[in-house]
């Protein structure tokens, strides 16, 4: 079974930075991608950066240039450098891991229990 870890979460102001991480435990088949995506209250879950299994990134329009993904090689970890955090940025964030059980059916969603990012004004 799956299980993610976070941490890295807190208050901090306008303009500074915090920095997630992401440890996962347990073993899939084929792992597609690792990343990160928040809710804000009232608000719908909404991706903020992806990185694949071939390293390639994807990040919402809202944090490009401010945040930024990684990972270690074994997809073991993903971590979310984010930088000149804004109000707006208020959320819980959720880690997330894609990727196969098993050769047969289809890919799974797997989701950490969320740690919140508080930034003030």
């Known amino acids: 079974q799956v299980q993610l870890v976070e941490s890295g979460g807190g208050v901090v102001q306008a303009g500074g930075r915090l920095r997630l991480s992401c440890t996962r435990s347990?073993?899939?088949?084929?792992?597609?991608?690792m990343g990160w995506y928040r809710q804000a209250p009232g608000k719908e879950r909404e991706l903020v950066a992806q990185?694949?299994?071939?390293?390639?990134?994807n990040y919402a329009d809202s944090v490009k240039g401010r945040f930024t993904i990684s990972r270690d090689i074994a997809m073991n970890t993903v971590h979310l450098q984010m930088n000149s955090l804004e109000p707006e940025d208020t959320a819980v964030y959720y880690c997330?891991?894609?990727?196969?059980?098993?050769?047969?059916?289809?890919?799974?969603?797997?989701w950490g229990q969320g740690t919140q990012v508080t930034v003030s004004s």
């Open positions: 347990g073993s899939l088949f084929r792992l597609i991608a």
């Open positions: 997330n891991v894609r990727g196969y059980a098993s050769m047969r059916g289809s890919f799974d969603d797997y």
């Open positions: 990185v694949t299994s071939g390293q390639s990134t």
